[in-house]
């Protein structure tokens, strides 16, 4: 003989229309703050006419040692003995520095060389290019 349970056991359920309104909820109340975090007690002015020139953004010079040891300034393909002069009128409007971004399979000797010859060139500072995880 088979015996019936007197209740039967249901499954629960997740609702997901209350979690999205509690959701969108928190999305207008983080905008409303962030709105009101913000100083909007400026005057409204009649800003006086200008030519003036725009700030130019200075972009630093790259220089590309490739796995095969050969040299590329800003994609200009170059040799160690005509980088210096390549390099220099660069450097002269620009102050930014010089990004080195070396294959890791590049040979050390040529990048240091390349290095050097920026430096020889007038470089202040450099930043070395790398790929994160």
Known sequence: MKL????QFRRGRI??????DVMFFLLVTFMLASLSMQSLSSIRV??????????AHKEPVTMTVTKDSRIFLD???????SMAAMLKPMLAHNDAG?????????????????????????????????KRE
């Open 15 to 20: 609702e997901i229309i209350p979690m999205i």
């Open 4 to 7: 019936r349970r007197a209740r």
């Open 75 to 81: 994609r200009t393909p170059v040799t160690l003995a």
């Open 46 to 55: 009649n800003l006086p006419q200008g030519d003036a020139p725009n700030l």
């Open 98 to 130: 010089v990004v080195v971004n070396a294959d890791s399979a590049a040979p050390e000797g040529i990048v240091v060389q390349a290095m050097l010859e920026a430096r020889r060139a007038g470089a202040g500072h450099f930043l070395i290019a790398i």
